[in-house]
């Protein structure tokens, strides 16, 4: 186990770190802002890889296929919002669960007749392809550098659009009173299709970038939906700096554990029981890592203070 | 929380008067005809070559058993709890791993070395004690918060056992464990559908009688007054946290049992039993059929799986219907099946 491969792996865990926080980010916001849990979120993610899929395949171009992504997984975030969702916003979270668990089964359903049952594989766009040496001695795919860009990038706007913008503003007003925001005049159900829009095209963005690592398959959306609720249960549910940082950890413990638990365990275990007991452990490891900050602290690690 | 879901059948009460009476009365003659009808439903579906539905009701009774143990907590108890396969699958791989150590896969060590591991009088307690410390383990950290953190910590728990038994390779990994035969039961053949038939109704039966004592005795008192008010309930005096954890343990080793049924009826356990979705459907159940009910989430598991069953007889995407249909259910029909039953009642 040399540095090199231990730092190779820190860059995995940083580019799953970012696509669960591109997630989670979306997810948070719904959650702080609309008091609203949404299954459906993982959906946006298979949709958006699936549009990605096709629309690259069509027109063998990747930043087109890029483009369409975002507005059409903006696009079908509203439409759920506005037909599905609304409705929900003043229910309890039983409800919300169910309907939104419904419309897992419809977008399941839909996306296999659409494209059939088969997974999709898609190419590394071009321009993206090769690595580049980061270190002496240390190759590392560039296409997963850009994912990590691209999260950084998205993570910046994101805290500038909360802190800084006139809409962030209003953004974080509505999480603490939507009330007396509404009587101010802001149209809080515009406010909050914007939010959700917001939320569907991060999730679009990430089922995007996902298709060349992952394949692109029905029920892709459900798994990456659990971790990001591990990541935000353990950032704090509505704070978008608890998600960055829920989302960082869970990316290395998740790479770091699948990585390295195994051949840990082998300096004490025979190959065969290491490499069976690592695996089986390597897939617990975040929600062992939850239970334990939950015990902690119940409340996540960074909880958005001002919710009444 | 609506005003409607509220109503439940504890501040109904006071309402009956004469209309109570009939009510009783409709309700006898009912259920009256429900079990007949269930309790010939063997040698007539025989006599007229259609013994699928012998096993179509056994899955039926199962998956009834889970809902009406979910309902303990989710209806009477407000506990939304989305990890509920978690336990009825753990029940279920219990009888699985059990059965795999009896016919003599991976050189059995000690404790899997014995004669009675086929037998249900051992297999079916050791499934219930599993899936109850199970429940007690992640009920002891979950119930220590509420809302949508609850919600999200015992669906992702459950996901957690999932994976654990998916990369678990001994065991079969992802593909499952089959299992060679039914357990022994002492003076009951299980592998005689109808015995296993009425097995599983009994069981039933006895749950929902037991549910019945329970709901109305202090214990779910306590549990159905935490629902509305839990600061009232502290305020109160009651250990509200040791209450939610016991009812949480009891709904989790009944589902265990639940499991060790399924395993029994379906000769093979998979991670797929512990699948967030066999979770989701479970809750639509409960739903369905009306939450906080006893008779509701058995309604709702007859009806969710009678659906599947003719759905996908008919189309093969049948899940397009299903997934608006329950949107629908959740908008506009929240106290379920059972709710408008005892609405339509001529209650005055």
Redesign the interface.
């Known amino acids: 186990m040399s540095i090199l491969l231990v730092l190779e792996q820190v860059l995995n865990g940083l580019q799953f770190g970012v696509m669960l926080f591109l997630m989670a980010a979306g997810l948070t916001l719904v959650?702080g802002i609309m008091g609203m849990?949404n299954l459906a979120h993982g959906s946006l993610y298979m949709v958006g890889a699936y549009i990605c899929a096709t629309v690259y395949q069509l027109t063998g171009s990747f930043w087109l296929a890029l483009a369409a992504t975002l507005c059409a997984s903006a696009l079908v975030g509203i439409a759920v919002e506005r037909i599905?969702l609304r409705?929900?916003y003043s229910?309890?979270?039983?409800?919300q669960?169910?309907?939104t668990?419904?419309?897992?089964?419809?977008?399941?359903?839909?996306t296999?007749?659409i494209w059939g049952p088969r997974a999709l594989f898609l190419d590394v766009p071009a321009a993206l392809s090769g690595s580049v040496q980061i270190i002496p001695g240390v190759d590392y795919p560039l296409y997963r550098l850009a994912i990590i860009a691209v999260g950084g990038l998205v993570a910046f706007s994101l805290y500038w659009l909360i802190v800084r913008t006139r809409m962030g503003m209003m953004i974080r007003a509505s999480a603490s009173n939507r009330e007396i925001i509404g009587a101010l005049g802001v149209n809080v159900p515009l406010l909050y299709t914007l939010v959700f829009g917001l939320g569907a095209m991060l999730a679009g963005l990430a089922g995007a970038m996902a298709g060349p690592v992952w394949s692109v398959e029905v029920g892709m959306g459900?798994n990456i939906l659990?971790l990001t609720?591990?990541v935000?249960?353990i950032g704090g549910?509505g704070s978008v700096r608890g998600a960055l940082l829920g989302s960082c950890l869970v990316g290395f413990i998740d790479t770091m554990g699948r990585a390295f638990l195994p051949a840990s365990l082998g300096l004490f275990l025979d190959p065969a029981t290491a490499n069976?007991v690592g695996?089986?452990l390597?897939?617990?490891s975040i929600?062992?890592f939850?239970?334990a900050i939950?015990?902690w602290k119940?409340?996540g690690l960074l909880p958005v203070h001002a919710r009444p | 929380m609506s005003d409607a879901s509220r109503t439940t059948a504890v501040s109904r009460a006071p309402a009956e008067g004469k209309a109570g009476r009939l009510e009783t009365g409709w309700r006898a003659a009912l259920l009256t005809c429900v079990a007949a009808a269930l309790l010939v439903l063997p040698p007539a579906a025989e006599a007229l070559d259609e013994a699928f539905l012998i096993g179509l009701f056994t899955r039926i009774f199962i998956f009834a058993l889970a809902a009406v143990s979910l309902d303990l907590i989710l209806g009477f108890g407000g506990m939304v709890s989305f990890g509920h396969s978690a336990y009825f699958g753990a029940g279920a791989y219990v009888v699985g791993i059990l059965s795999f150590h009896a016919a003599g896969g991976e050189a059995p060590a000690w404790p899997f070395s014995l004669p009675w591991m086929e037998s249900a009088v051992a297999a079916w307690p050791l499934a219930v004690a599993a899936a109850a410390l199970l429940a007690l383990l992640v009920g002891a950290v979950s119930l220590r918060t509420s809302g949508m953190y609850f919600i999200m910590i015992t669906l992702a728990f459950a996901q957690m056992l999932y994976y654990f038994f998916v990369s678990l390779e001994v065991y079969g990994g992802d593909d499952g464990l089959s299992i060679a035969g039914k357990n022994n039961l002492p003076g009951l053949d299980l592998e005689n559908e109808a015995s296993f038939y009425y097995l599983c109704l009994l069981i039933l039966v006895v749950f929902l009688l037991i549910g019945r004592r329970l709901v109305h005795s202090r214990f779910g008192m306590v549990l159905q007054g935490c629902k509305e008010n839990e600061q009232r309930m502290l305020a109160l005096g009651f250990p509200v946290y040791r209450y939610k954890l016991a009812a949480f343990v009891m709904a989790g080793a009944v589902a265990g049992l639940a499991g060790a049924l399924m395993a029994n009826y379906m000769g093979f356990v998979s991670p797929g039993l512990m699948h967030w979705t066999v979770s989701g459907e479970i809750m639509v159940m409960v739903i369905l059929g009306g939450m906080g009910t006893l008779a509701g989430p058995v309604i709702g598991a007859f009806v969710l799986l009678l659906l599947e069953e003719i759905l996908s007889a008919y189309m093969e995407h049948w899940m397009i219907v299903l997934g608006p249909v329950m949107v629908l259910v959740v908008l506009f029909a929240r106290r379920g099946i059972w709710g408008w039953f005892q609405r339509g009642d001529p209650d005055g």
């Open positions: 959650f849990i599905a409705t929900l229910r309890d979270h039983l409800d669960v169910l309907a668990f419904g419309l897992i089964l419809f977008f399941n359903e839909l296999k007749i459900e659990i609720f591990v935000i249960v549910i069976g695996a089986s390597a897939s617990m929600y062992i939850m239970a939950l015990v119940p409340s």
